[in-house]
Structure formats: structure tokens, C-alpha cells
């Protein structure tokens, strides 16, 4: 019997195996990253290797992992799997075509079982002093990678780019959202046109109209102040009405300064739709 196991610490990775019988091991360090189901299949694929030294008819390998050995079950119903869960299958295969029965049982984590605590300490080891080996990267761990870089140079450009445009934005919107907030919504066209001008702070203004060079004062033709969408919103002679209603029923601090941002930062909710109506009522 050979127990293995799989660690993983910070950007450290490792797995290993223990014989309790011959008292032997081997730990292995793994050079790019991986999941803790890629580590725990490697520690097997290892055990493996080493169980062709001797001449055994029978070969049990224990794992704490019931993700892993799931996984190796689901690759025999002809699901798609990470590279390293064929290798093991294949491994398999070459020791029954010799009548060499194998056989991976799963056991409970940290109970006190010696031969998984002692393969828990060798992976733990392995992460700095194992021998390096390469593993096949698999798509879903390489998308997954790739994913967060792109968002993270995303999330810096957007960052860099809000100190000088998009300011306004920049106070709603902190950080570029994973999923677009009205991908759920059940806001109809029209609301969510005018919620996503709103937010980007391109409605009919004066003055947006002003920077694009379609009036000659960006300043309110009532109010005589730069007609912008806080204006629009929370400043204006002309909607003070509805702005009113709107304070009331929704117990608006108006002291807050970013109770606008705040709203807006929940688009869906019915705060933010009365906003909408504001704009709507001033055009």
C-alpha cells in the first residue's frame, strides 16, 4: 500500500508518496502552477511509477483527494479531464494487461491515519526541497490564469485612464465589474439606455453638448452653473419638484455627498429608476 497526497502554499506546489512498508518516499515539486486535484493526481501517477520496482500483484494507493479520484472515475465515463488523470488511467491499464490488480481508496484527512499524515508532511516538503517535474497545463487552469491577467491589466488601465476621463464614472463604478450589471435586470430598453448614459455621464446636457461643440456655454440656461448630471439630478430649478418627491420617499441624506454615486451604484434598485425619471422629466 502507498499513500499519497498533494500541497499547495502560496505559489509553492509539491506532492508525494509513502510506502509505510518499505519506508520509502519520493516528493516532487511542480514547476507551473496547478490545481490541488492536478498535485493530488500527480502524487498517484508517482506512486505508480514506483510500484514498477516491485513485483507485486496487488497495489492499493490511498489519497485523501475524493475530488481526484472522482475525477478519474468521471474520465472513464468518457468525461473530459486534465491531462495527468489519463496518464494515471493509462498506468492503470499497463498493470491489469499484466494481471496486477490496482485498487484507489480514499481515506479521511488529518484523523490520525500515520501512512496519510506522514505523506501530508512530504508534500508539505516538497513544495521547497522536491525534485521539479513538468506538468501539462490544463485548459481550464490555463483559462483561468489568463482570465485574471487580462482583468487585472484592466482593472489598472481603467484606473489610469479615470484620473483623467471618466471621472464621474470612476465615483460609481470603483473597479470594472465581472459581470455587466444588466445582464440580470429586468429594466426595459428604454430605462436601461438612459441608466447606462446616466452612469457614463453622456445624457443631453449642456455641457456634454458643449464639448461636443453644439452650444457655446456648458452652464444651465435657468440656474446659470455648469449643467452637468449632478445638476441635472440634484441641483436644478426646473425638476425641484420631483427631486423633492424623490428625497422624501426614498429618506435621501442630502448632506451625504455620495448618496447620488451611492444610488447609482445599484442601478436596478427602484432609487435608481426614480433618478432616471428625473432626467426624463427635464428633457
Not at 52 to 69: F, G
Not at 135 to 145: A, G, K, M, W
Request: charge should be positive; aromatic fraction near 10%; charged fraction near 25%.
Amino acid at each position: 500500500m502507498i499513500f499519497t497526497d498533494g500541497s499547495k502554499s502560496f505559489e509553492k506546489q509539491g506532492a508525494a508518496f509513502f510506502d509505510p512498508c518499505q519506508k520509502k518516499h519520493g516528493i516532487f515539486k511542480a514547476k507551473n502552477k496547478a490545481c490541488i486535484m492536478t498535485l493530488e493526481l500527480i502524487a498517484i501517477s508517482k506512486a505508480l511509477i514506483y510500484a514498477e520496482s516491485y513485483d507485486w500483484d496487488k497495489i492499493v494507493i490511498y489519497s485523501d483527494s475524493k475530488s481526484a479520484i472522482q475525477h478519474l472515475a468521471r474520465c472513464v465515463s468518457g468525461h473530459r479531464g486534465v491531462p495527468i488523470a489519463f496518464v494515471v488511467l493509462g498506468q492503470i491499464l499497463q498493470f491489469e494487461s499484466r494481471n496486477i490488480r490496482v485498487r484507489l481508496q480514499w481515506v479521511p484527512s488529518h484523523i490520525g491515519i500515520w501512512g496519510n499524515e506522514e505523506a501530508d508532511k512530504l508534500a508539505n516538503a516538497a513544495c521547497s526541497n522536491g525534485t521539479e517535474c513538468e506538468i501539462s497545463p490544463c485548459y481550464s487552469e490555463v483559462l483561468t490564469y489568463f482570465k485574471d491577467a487580462c482583468r487585472k491589466c484592466w482593472k489598472e488601465h481603467f484606473d489610469e485612464r479615470s484620473i483623467i476621463k471618466g471621472i464621474w464614472y470612476k465615483t460609481i463604478q470603483c473597479e470594472p465589474p465581472r459581470i455587466p450589471w444588466f445582464s440580470n435586470c429586468n429594466l426595459d430598453r428604454k430605462t436601461l439606455k438612459l441608466m447606462l448614459r446616466i452612469r457614463s455621464g453622456h445624457i443631453p446636457s449642456r455641457r456634454f453638448a458643449f464639448m461636443m461643440k453644439k452650444v457655446d456655454s456648458p452652464n444651465c440656461e435657468v440656474c446659470g452653473v455648469i449643467d452637468d448630471v449632478f445638476h441635472i439630478l440634484m441641483e436644478c430649478d426646473r425638476n425641484r419638484t420631483q427631486r423633492n418627491i424623490f428625497i422624501n420617499k426614498f429618506n435621501v441624506n442630502r448632506l451625504d455627498m455620495g448618496y447620488v454615486q451611492s444610488i447609482l451604484g445599484n442601478p436596478s434598485s427602484d432609487a435608481a429608476r426614480y433618478l432616471c425619471s428625473l432626467v426624463e422629466y427635464r428633457q
